[in-house]
């Protein structure tokens, strides 16, 4: 119980009063009384009046008594003085007990009361720093605005203490213990600051996570004061309070959003600085060692040579830490001759360099960094883009580690709808991206230094220039069998990135993954591996850019394999087609161009024709030979296979135009095209008789319409010119003129014939070769007639035969199972007519079906109505009966009319066919011999 006898009834009477002049002038006798005891030197008595005003007033029930309490405590502070600071543990507590009182006047005369004592304390309050700084953090967000004003005038007093003397200012408590040491040590510099900001960090990292803006507001501004200290080093402890400090970015009040950027911004100049202060250390560091080893190297050739001892051996014989000089020991790329040793001159041991001796934790910056790369706020976004782009600079090494995360957030912002953020991030892959393509793979030899970690420079580098700790074995030891970065976790990001719905991330990702495969083949994309189906999926993007890149990482993975690989990837290929038939129609030109355009062009066309000879679905057969052989036309990128396919005189070419030709029969018109391009005319004339046994269907009248065009393309200028040469070309004659009968009256069909009728009428003449040809017209006719040890034209005609054969037999079975299916259709309609009342519409739609079931060709398919009397076939459905399809005798007549329509055309009266003259017996049964 506190002594009755420290104050007098008249004092306890004005300070417990509701009046505060009555308060303050009891205060004032307070202040009188200590000032009193303190001269006398009677330390008791003043501790009886600090019991008495802690116990009976700051700790009183009533509102009053504790006001009156927080007053004397602040008096009895200033009569104290200098000698408070023995006292500070009886004051301070009781007062910042009161900074959480429910009584808003209470809380008032508390900031009142403190900032007295810190203003008489000064440096001691730093002893309470922690407990201050908490209850000020609190009362920034008061309710009331008397207490903010007094808290804002106890903040400014606190910094300015904090910012003149945090990192000298030794409390008298520990000065007077230290005067009391036996060590030896020299005491020059304090041992223990009043102020310790490794105790401060974890209650600022406590307090950041406050949502309140006036709490962020106050501790930005505490942050920003800290910060501006520079023996504190703030920085250092930056990953610890980092987290929040970004999330002060998304506050709404626009002052708090521009002083976080302010004091970030400041932060990574600070790194910054940090680390251009290390690498001059490392730079200088290595030098002076360079300098020393020059020395050693001379010192040690002049004793070699007095000795008569080689150099090589006496440079083994100096002292015991003697490294030789070899190539590893140096870094190369340093500029040793801009480096000037005499820049570290003349500093001596108290010259402080901005940014030396800090130390950065960038590995827990960067991890907390990570974490905002795909925050939804967007300035959030942009500050952590921003810093991780400018680590890729400071820790290259760290960086690095972190690539497979770093490319799972970065890449989704490539397509970001802020410009900012996009450019950012653009900027961010694009270095990215460069870093990793020169860093070396499994500890290869590169030009770069070694990534020696932060911790491993700072405790081999020394802080003095002489160097002498820094020798090659002081060097942490790398590992040449571990890679800089996880190639397995990037892959199967940069996969799930390559299905992302924005095209850049698309782009970007294949764009990655070609760069590694280039980079590591061994180590990335097996096509065994769950990777080469995606890369298969990825064909039907909708982005033609991204369809070529991944066309070509697929050449590049194919090209890395062997010949199995390769043959398994042009299977996976086609088997993609024939599953999804609209990607063969959008996007098999495209797909099929650029993998001729990185791989080899007759390998692939090789492959595909292999394939497509096994192919049981015959009807894709037919439709991929169709694509195939159309590529192979117009492409001009397959300008070299065509070449090849010219020369028939060579085993190669033989070679591959009879590969070619036994996948190409699935298709009438693209075998017979693949002839006009070998030159093999002859053999085309031939393989065009067999046309006749065939169904003339709309969809082959349609391509022999295209090939009509396509011969009117550069691709078969050779033709067009040959023509002009019939004693050395007659079947081309031939070929061209049965063609024409296949075609009906239509565009291509008049195309055609003016292009014949062009021809001078001396080419008819020499169409058909002469029954005894001489040896000279033999050796001169058509590139077609090849060595009996060449090509085997006849089994070719008979294998093109027969894949004929199954392929009409496959379009019967299609209509017999489509009549039948019409047929019940069609029963079941006359059933549900006949039950219904009205007859002319029953009659109505069985003539219906019957009509529709009528229009349908061999091949399964419905003719619309406009195309029964299509200007393109000039097909009409009354002259084929039930059938859409020509009549086979119809090709057959035509064919056997040949002779009769040139010689009309070439030899009769442009205005009158009567006045032809008749073609003579021999041509004409020449003509129907077949």
């Known amino acids: 119980m506190a002594d009755t006898s420290a104050l007098n009834a008249q004092i306890i009477r004005g300070l417990n009063d509701r009046v505060y002049e009555k308060r303050k002038a009891a205060a004032l006798e307070v202040e009188k009384l200590i000032r009193e005891h303190t001269a006398n030197k009677e330390p008791e008595k003043i501790k009886a009046i600090l019991n008495k005003l802690v116990s009976d007033f700051a700790g009183s029930?009533?509102?009053?008594?504790?006001?009156?309490?927080?007053?004397?405590?602040?008096?009895?502070s200033i009569a104290l003085g200098p000698n408070v600071a023995v006292h500070l543990d009886?004051?301070?507590?009781?007062?910042?007990?009161?900074?959480?009182?429910?009584?808003?006047?209470?809380?008032?005369?508390?900031?009142?009361?403190?900032?007295?004592?810190?203003?008489?304390?000064?440096?001691?309050?730093?002893?309470?720093?922690?407990?201050?700084?908490?209850?000020?953090s609190k009362l920034a967000a008061d309710s009331e605005v008397s207490v903010k004003n007094g808290t804002e005038l106890l903040d400014r007093l606190i910094k300015d203490i904090v910012a003149e003397q945090s990192t000298t200012y030794v409390s008298a408590l520990v000065l007077a213990s230290m005067s009391h040491d036996d060590s030896t040590e020299p005491v020059s510099m304090p041992r223990t600051t009043a102020f310790s900001l490794p105790r401060f960090i974890p209650l600022l990292a406590e307090r950041i996570q406050a949502k309140n803006p006036f709490t962020r507001n106050f501790l930005v501004s505490w942050i920003t004061v800290l910060d501006s200290i520079p023996d504190l080093e703030l920085v250092s402890f930056l990953p610890d309070f980092l987290d929040g400090l970004l999330q002060f970015l998304s506050d709404q009040n626009k002052d708090i959003r521009n002083a976080t950027s302010s004091i970030l911004a400041n932060f990574l100049a600070e790194i910054r600085e940090a680390f251009e202060v290390k690498e001059h250390q490392k730079q200088q560091a290595m030098k002076s060692y360079f300098v020393e080893q020059q020395r050693k190297l001379v010192v040690a050739s002049e004793t070699v040579s007095e000795a008569g001892e080689s150099v090589k051996d006496g440079s083994t014989k100096g002292d015991g830490d003697d490294t030789t000089l070899g190539p590893n020991s140096i870094d190369g790329d340093i500029n040793w001759d801009a480096i000037s040793l005499s820049e570290t001159e003349g500093r001596g041991k108290g010259s402080w360099v901005p940014g030396q001796g800090v130390v950065i934790d960038y590995v827990r910056i960067v991890k907390i960094l990570m974490e905002h790369l795909c925050s939804?706020?967007?300035?959030?976004?942009?500050?952590?883009?921003?810093?991780?782009?400018?680590?890729?600079?400071?820790?290259?090494?760290?960086?690095?580690?972190?690539?497979?995360?770093?490319i799972s957030a970065v890449l989704p912002s490539l397509a970001h709808s802020v410009p900012t953020i996009r450019n950012s991030a653009v900027e961010l892959n694009k270095n990215l991206y460069k870093i990793i393509l020169e860093t070396p793979t499994n500890g290869l030899p590169s030009l770069q230094p070694p990534p020696y970690s932060m911790v491993a420079r700072e405790s081999t580098l020394p802080s003095a220039p002489n160097g002498s700790a820094y020798t090659p074995t002081s060097l942490p030891s790398i590992d040449e069998h571990t890679d800089p970065f996880d190639y397995q976790t990037t892959v199967e990001a940069l996969v799930r990135q390559s299905r992302n719905v924005h095209e850049e991330t698309r782009v970007a990702s294949l764009d990655w993954l070609l760069m590694l495969h280039k980079k590591a083949p061994k180590k990335i994309l097996a096509i065994d591996d769950g990777t080469f189906p995606v890369l298969l999926d990825i064909l039907s993007d909708s982005s033609e850019e991204v369809v070529k890149r991944d066309l070509q990482l697929l050449a590049q993975l194919s090209s890395s394999f062997e010949d199995e690989y390769f043959t398994r990837f042009m299977g996976d290929l086609l088997r993609s087609f024939s599953n999804d038939r609209k990607l063969l129609e959008t996007r098999g030109s495209l797909?099929?161009?650029?993998?001729?355009?990185?791989?080899?062009?007759?390998?692939?066309?090789?492959?595909?024709?292999?394939?497509?000879?096994?192919?049981?679905?015959?009807?894709?057969?037919?439709?991929?030979?169709?694509?195939?052989?159309?590529?192979?036309?117009?492409?001009?990128?397959?300008?070299?296979?065509?070449?090849r396919l010219k020369n028939l005189d060579t085993k190669d070419g033989q070679m591959l135009f009879t590969t070619l030709y036994k996948s190409w029969c699935h298709n009438p018109v693209a075998t017979f095209s693949l002839c006009l391009l070998a030159q093999a005319y002859e053999h085309a004339a031939n393989l065009l008789q067999s046309f006749a046994d065939l169904d003339i269907t709309v969809n082959l009248l349609i391509q022999i319409d295209k090939l009509v065009q396509l011969l009117e393309s550069p691709v078969f200028t050779y033709l067009r010119l040959q023509l002009l040469e019939p004693e050395k070309n007659p079947y081309l004659y031939k070929c061209l003129y049965g063609l024409l009968m296949l075609l009906p009256q239509s565009s291509a069909f008049a195309s055609l014939k003016n292009r014949l009728t062009s021809v001078s009428s001396m080419g008819f003449l020499h169409l058909i070769p002469r029954s005894a040809p001489s040896t000279d017209l033999k050796r001169q006719s058509t590139k077609s007639y090849i060595k009996d040890d060449g090509i085997k034209f006849q089994d070719l005609l008979t294998h093109f035969r027969t894949v004929q054969t199954k392929h009409e037999k496959t379009r019967k079975q299609a209509l017999h199972s489509l009549g039948r299916s019409g047929s019940q259709t069609t029963r079941s309609r006359r059933i549900?007519?006949?039950?219904?009342?009205?007859?002319?519409?029953?009659?109505?739609?069985?003539?219906?079906?019957?009509?529709?079931?009528?229009?349908?060709?061999?091949?399964?398919?419905?003719?619309?109505?406009?195309?029964?009397?299509?200007?393109?076939?000039?097909?009409?459905?009354?002259?084929?009966?039930?059938?859409?399809?020509?009549?086979?005798?119809?090709?057959?007549?035509?064919?056997?009319?040949?002779?009769?329509?040139?010689?009309?055309?070439?030899?009769?009266?442009?205005?009158?066919?009567?006045?032809?003259?008749?073609?003579?017996?021999?041509?004409?049964?020449?003509?129907?011999?077949?």
């Open 591 to 643: 797909i099929i161009r650029n993998l001729c355009l990185s791989l080899n062009s007759e390998r692939i066309y090789r492959s595909f024709a292999e394939i497509l000879e096994k192919e049981e679905d015959i009807e894709f057969a037919s439709s991929m030979v169709q694509n195939l052989n159309s590529i192979l036309i117009t492409s001009p990128e397959l300008s070299d296979l065509r070449k």
């Open 61 to 76: 029930q009533q509102a009053n008594s504790r006001n009156g309490g927080l007053i004397g405590l602040a008096a009895a």
């Open 832 to 930: 549900r007519d006949r039950d219904r009342t009205s007859i002319p519409a029953s009659s109505s739609n069985l003539s219906q079906s019957v009509t529709s079931t009528s229009t349908k060709n061999n091949s399964g398919n419905i003719l619309p109505n406009e195309q029964r009397g299509n200007p393109i076939t000039g097909v009409s459905s009354s002259s084929s009966g039930t059938s859409g399809s020509l009549h086979t005798d119809q090709p057959r007549r035509r064919l056997s009319a040949a002779s009769s329509t040139s010689a009309t055309s070439d030899h009769g009266n442009s205005h009158s066919r009567s006045q032809s003259p008749p073609v003579s017996n021999v041509k004409r049964s020449s003509l129907h011999r077949k």
């Open 376 to 406: 939804t706020e967007e300035e959030i976004q942009a500050t952590a883009l921003k810093w991780i782009n400018e680590f890729i600079h400071i820790a290259k090494e760290v960086i690095i580690s972190f690539t497979p995360q770093l």
């Open 90 to 136: 009886e004051i301070v507590p009781p007062v910042l007990a009161c900074f959480s009182d429910q009584d808003s006047r209470v809380r008032y005369y508390a900031c009142e009361s403190m900032y007295n004592i810190a203003k008489v304390s000064k440096g001691e309050i730093l002893r309470y720093f922690n407990e201050v700084f908490d209850a000020m």
